[in-house]
């Protein structure tokens, strides 16, 4: 049985489906103004650009039913755009072209598809444009690719610093109901943090998904010549699950290590379970822990230690 929270989300992306698909086009019996079905507009599309298919090879392309197939092929050949021959050596085998009319029947549809996708992207906002590219480009990587093939970790650039601020303070307000409190916290720390970097004793690493940041991490000295401080780890709800943090935790250590610390500490406090969970695998230790008021919430702040 589904719990609340599921059914939300089932209801998020049905929303999105109805949204989309009527934004585009796709309940039109032709799409985009060919004389072509969605289905029939994508085997023109593989067609088009695979060498020589054969039916199975569409089908499992479009994870479509033989026999949907068979008859879309048949309509094809019926208009005089599908071309086909046994292939040599194998006559059970039967390849597939598009013949000169089908080549330029898929033109016509291309040419129609771009110039309806351009002019939607046309009538957004710079900003709006961008959020949507990002978000399709997420979905293609969540739905079709290795999550973690395009991960990296770089220095920061300008901006990051505010763009961590406020990515970390909405996620905290949204999961734990923190108010601007946290902001101020977070803010201070970068600010000292750009204001004081020492490169030989502090370091700081953001975390890329296809392009997007999706998290941090920071080396920050302390009080304390020895010691070290882990500061501001965060990860996007999207990565997590991906071995980003602990990419992020295990870049942390390594440079406090390179930069001669004898011990790394952290503060957290209870609620935050997954990133306490993440540092005990690291080799921390809780050390101490208090309750405090903090971020609108009554608290138990915890510090946590690494021997190095």
């Known amino acids: 049985m589904a719990s609340d929270a599921d059914e939300q989300d089932i209801d998020a992306l049905r929303a999105f489906n109805r949204i989309y698909t009527k934004r ?4 039109n019996a032709h799409l985009d103004r060919s004389p072509f079905t969605l289905s029939e507009a994508r085997v023109l599309y593989e067609l088009a650009y695979r060498a020589d298919p054969t ?26 755009l599908l071309d086909t021959r046994a292939q040599e050596g194998d006559a059970r085998n039967v390849l597939l072209s598009l013949t000169e009319a089908g080549r330029t029947a898929f033109a016509a549809l291309e040419g129609n598809t771009r110039d309806a996708v351009g002019g939607l992207l046309h009538g957004l906002p710079p900003s709006d444009r961008r959020s ?9 990587r969540i739905f079709e690719a290795d999550p973690t093939k395009a991960l990296t970790l770089r220095d920061p650039r300008p901006g990051d610093l505010g763009w961590i601020v406020h990515r970390q303070t909405v996620l905290y307000a ?22 004081f970097f020492d490169a030989a004793k502090e370091g700081a690493w ?10 941090s991490i920071f080396l920050v000295r302390s009080d304390q010549p020895d010691v070290a401080k882990l500061r501001l780890l965060y990860v996007e709800p999207e990565a997590r699950g991906t071995g980003v943090a602990r990419m992020l ?5 390594e440079r406090a290590r ?9 503060w957290t406090n209870s609620v935050l379970t997954a990133a306490r969970r993440l540092y005990q695998r690291a080799g921390f230790k809780l050390v101490n822990e208090a309750p405090h008021h903090a971020f609108g919430h009554d608290l138990v702040g915890q510090t946590w230690s690494l021997d190095l």
């Open 55 to 80: 039916a199975a090879e569409i089908g499992r392309a479009l994870d479509l039913d033989r026999a949907q197939v068979s008859r879309t092929l048949k309509r094809f050949a019926s208009r005089g």
């Open 206 to 215: 953001i975390a890329e998904l296809d392009g997007r940041i999706v998290g």
């Open 132 to 140: 949507l590219l990002w978000a399709a480009q997420t979905m293609t």
């Open 249 to 253: 935790v295990d870049a942390c250590i």
């Open 258 to 266: 390179a930069c001669g610390y004898a011990r790394l500490d952290l």
């Open 24 to 27: 585009i086009g796709l309940l």
């Open 174 to 195: 949204h999961e734990y109901g923190w108010n601007s409190d946290y902001e101020a916290l977070a803010a201070k720390i970068l600010a000292d943090f750009h204001q």
